[in-house]
Nanobody, 126 residues
């Protein structure tokens, strides 16, 4: 059974940093892509970043390029999202998701991921 559990969210001031963690189990990362998504109140879920192990590809939404970084630790079965220079507009519930993808993860929408964590709240406010 595929399971994903996010942690690391919280309240941070604008300009601050947080590192989100996604612990995964039930699959081998080499066969899957893992993505980070977020959903703010009243908005649709959007892709933030993703990583596909089989070709080493990564993707970042334009809104987070240069501020966020995705990484992994295969031994610990963890994927991380380092978030720097946070803005109030980054406030959302953040989710990690996993799916077997045939192409680079940049081409896939949230609806195409079948395995999701429960989410972790990130609030950027002074």
């Amino acid at each position: 059974e595929v399971q994903l559990v996010e942690s690391g969210g919280g309240l941070v001031q604008p300009g601050g940093s947080l590192r989100l963690s996604c612990a995964f189990s039930g699959f081998t990362f080499d066969d899957y892509a893992i993505g980070w998504f977020r959903q703010a109140p009243g908005k649709e879920r959007e892709g933030v970043s993703c990583m596909r192990s089989s070709d080493g590809s990564t993707y970042y939404a334009d809104s987070v390029k240069g501020r966020f970084a995705i990484s992994r630790d295969n031994a610990k079965k963890m994927v991380y999202l380092q978030m720097n220079s946070l803005k109030p507009g980054d406030t959302a519930v953040y989710y990690c998701a996993a799916e077997r993808l045939a192409l680079s993860c940049r081409y896939y929408q949230p609806s195409e991921y079948g395995n999701w964590g429960q989410g972790t709240q990130v609030t950027v406010s002074s």
